[in-house]
């Protein structure tokens, strides 16, 4: 197995080490064909990417795009900010973006106080070992939903870290509506049963290292070894082996 491209990647607008330059080199020594430069999304209180910088951050993927043999996307890590599936594009951010990844964070501007159990809430209980109320899941696994079938995202990015959802059920949302369930080479966020009911479901993946330093750009050894443990139908993940994705953020850009 090897990866073709890396979709899931931060740089220091961000909370990432290195530029986007820096992530389109460590790319082409991995031998990829394309990367994207992916900032947490603007609602991030602390490490999101700040509207104000946009067009510096947009001259820096360019440089980089320009200055490698790789092609440089430009892509943003959205946040789900509510049960509503309230996401932190607006349809002027459209044009500025070839990539858009999604997922649950925790310092975020929430849509609405009562939407901020969908972070806090589940960090607290992760990390306080409490198990889920059916509620929280219930509530989660619908803000998921709702933002899979009212966004053209791209990726679903480390579904359930840090929170809890019903992942067989986000990834009928993900198959319905043409949106990859990302498997994060960065950090664990399904365990090896909830991947398989995942993989029951027929939903198609790709591979992301979610690398914060140039060096980990590329590196999928994490997942892989989770992909060999549950028997993941290598066809099923697009962005290996010479493969490409077909993003449905793309084709939807095209009837604007």
């Known amino acids: 197995m090897k ?13 990432g080490k290195g530029r986007a330059l820096d992530n389109a080199r460590a790319a082409e020594r991995a031998g990829l064909e394309e990367i994207a430069i992916t900032e947490h999304g603007y ?8 509207r104000r910088e946009t067009e510096k951050w947009l001259a820096m ?10 092609r440089v996307l430009r892509g943003m890590e959205c946040n ?8 932190d594009f607006t349809p002027e951010d459209y044009e500025n973006f070839d990539i858009f990844l999604a997922g649950i964070h925790i310092v975020i501007h929430y849509e609405k ?15 306080l070992g409490i198990s889920p109320s059916d509620s929280l899941i219930r509530e989660t696994t619908k803000a998921y939903v709702n933002a899979v079938m009212k966004n ?39 365990s090896d049963e909830e ?3 995942v993989n029951e479901t027929g939903v198609r993946y790709i591979i992301n290292s979610d690398a914060h330093s140039p060096e980990r750009v590329g590196d999928l050894k994490l997942a892989a070894e989770q992909i060999a443990r549950v028997g993941i139908d ?13 993003f449905r953020y793309a084709a939807f850009k095209k009837t604007l």
């Open 3 to 15: 990866l073709t491209a890396d979709y899931h990647t931060h740089t220091v607008f961000s909370d």
């Open 43 to 50: 609602s991030h209180y602390f490490r999101g990417l700040h």
């Open 61 to 70: 993927v360019r440089e980089a795009d320009e200055g490698s043999s790789v």
């Open 80 to 87: 789900i900010r509510g049960v509503s599936g309230l996401s």
């Open 113 to 127: 106080f009562s939407d901020t159990k969908l972070g806090w809430g589940g960090w607290l209980r992760k990390s």
């Open 152 to 190: 053209p995202i791209d990726a679903v990015t480390h579904l359930n870290f840090q929170c809890f959802a019903d992942p067989t059920e986000v990834a009928k949302a993900c198959r319905d509506y043409g949106t990859y369930v990302e498997l994060n080479s960065k950090k664990m966020h399904l």
């Open 195 to 197: 991947l398989a009911r």
């Open 234 to 246: 290598l066809r099923r993940i697009d962005n290996i082996d010479g493969r490409l994705p077909s």
